[in-house]
């Protein structure tokens, strides 16, 4: 492939990354650099995915998904895409060997979205495995440079990791979810009404969650540590924002973290990665 266009493709792909998401942003610029741009290919791909089922109202959003996965296969088998975003992906499942389980899990997961409105108990696992957890074993890939030994061994932590940013994705999108999407991806929502002992009941399971991913983040190799515990802190901090705002207000509003206190946070993390 020429070189020059590979490298547009990776740019491009970065770009996305940095438009759509100041938090993941910060997170792989703190990756060492022979990795960041694999990882950002990864979000480029799975964020346009996302766009195509949560904001292109309007149009045949299941064709377009369909499409961007034909794309994908495409370009896997041959090699090259002109879709800049498809080209870096394909590029990196080739060079660290990310297997198809963990792509079809993810578009299963998105194309749920286009239908599925309330989420009974395991269709939520199904579904935060495919939306969240292979996209961290996507990285995973990529932080062990496909050594499969050591993504096995690391993989319930990673797991871990991406289920809980995702519920707390879900939290913090609780109004546009259930006003704008009509999603409702908590099971107990349909039993129960969202209140403080919900609230609790959720957020105990995503704290079991990090405490769990913490494990794993301290054993992952020097090139990806300071980037994944950066993003780590940065969710414990939204979680423990989300915790401190009655539920009532909760689901009328989208909390946010001032780009000052994401600055602050990845200080926090180099010191502590440096000293520690």
């Known amino acids: 492939m020429d070189a020059l266009f590979n490298e547009v493709s990776f740019r491009t792909s970065r770009l996305v990354t940095n438009a759509y998401s100041t938090s993941f942003s910060i997170g792989a610029r703190c990756l060492h ?5 694999a990882i950002y290919s990864i979000y480029g791909f799975v964020r346009f995915a996302d766009e195509i089922v949560d904001s292109f109202h309007g149009y045949n959003r299941q064709y377009l998904l369909e499409e961007f996965e034909y794309q994908y296969y495409k370009a ?18 080739r060079k660290y060997q990310i297997m198809d389980e ?3 899990s993810f578009l299963s997961s998105m194309k749920s979205d286009l239908h599925m409105k309330r989420f009974e108990e395991e269709e939520i ?7 969240a957890e292979v996209v ?3 990285c995973l890939k990529v932080f062990v440079n496909g050594d499969h030994q050591e993504y096995s061994r690391l993989k319930p932590y990673a797991m871990r990791l991406g289920s809980a940013f ?3 994705n879900f939290l913090r999108d609780l109004k546009h979810d259930t006003l704008n999407l009509h999603r409702v991806y908590f099971p107990i929502l349909k039993k129960k009404t969202f209140d403080e002992s919900t609230k609790r009941y959720i ?6 969650d990090y405490r769990i991913a913490l494990i794993g983040i301290e054993q992952l190799p020097e090139c990806a540590r300071l980037g994944v515990y950066t993003a780590y802190l940065y969710y414990k901090s939204l979680t423990k924002k989300i915790e401190s705002i009655p539920a009532d207000k909760l689901i009328h509003t989208r909390i946010r973290i001032p780009n000052a206190k994401k600055i602050m946070l990845f200080g926090r993390a180099y010191l502590t990665i440096k000293f520690n």
């Open 33 to 37: 650099s022979s990795i960041r741009d």
């Open 76 to 93: 896997l088998d041959e090699g090259i895409s002109l879709n800049p975003v498809i080209n870096s992906f394909q590029s990196t499942v």
């Open 102 to 104: 963990l792509i079809q």
């Open 125 to 131: 696992r199904h579904y935060i495995y495919g939306s």
């Open 136 to 138: 961290g074993l996507m």
């Open 166 to 168: 995702q519920k707390i």
């Open 203 to 208: 957020l105990d399971d995503i704290y079991e």
